[in-house]
Nanobody
């Protein structure tokens, strides 16, 4: 069982930056691949970024490539999402997700993740 708690969301002007954090419980954090998804009002949840259990592989959605970076610190049981050059269309609730490292599914598939955080709101004003 893994519990995930996101933090770092807030209100920022377009062009600004935020860093989201996701703290995980348990001693097996390094056994999980991690990801960030987001969901805007009236839209489906969409993939943002993922990182392998070791941090050696990352996957970034085209919509945020070059602006967002995902990283993890297994010693701190935490995964991060650094968001730069934010745009109003980045406004959404951002969710952290975890899945067992042996999963063979594409990291962009929402249903392949076993554990989810409660989400943190990011609002980008124009």
């Amino acid at each position: 069982q893994v519990q995930l708690v996101e933090s770092g969301g807030g209100l920022v002007q377009a062009g600004g930056s935020l860093r989201l954090s996701c703290a995980a419980s348990g001693r097996t954090f390094s056994s999980y691949a991690m990801a960030w998804f987001r969901q805007a009002p009236g839209k489906e949840r969409e993939f943002v970024a993922a990182i392998s259990w070791s941090g050696g592989n990352t996957y970034i959605a085209d919509s945020v490539k070059g602006r967002f970076t995902i990283s993890r610190d297994n010693a701190k049981n935490t995964v991060y999402l650094q968001m730069n050059s934010l745009k109003p269309e980045d406004t959404a609730v951002y969710y952290c997700a975890a899945r067992w490292f042996t999963s063979q599914s594409s990291p962009v598939v929402t249903g392949s993740y076993n554990y989810w955080g409660q989400g943190t709101q990011v609002t980008v004003s124009s």
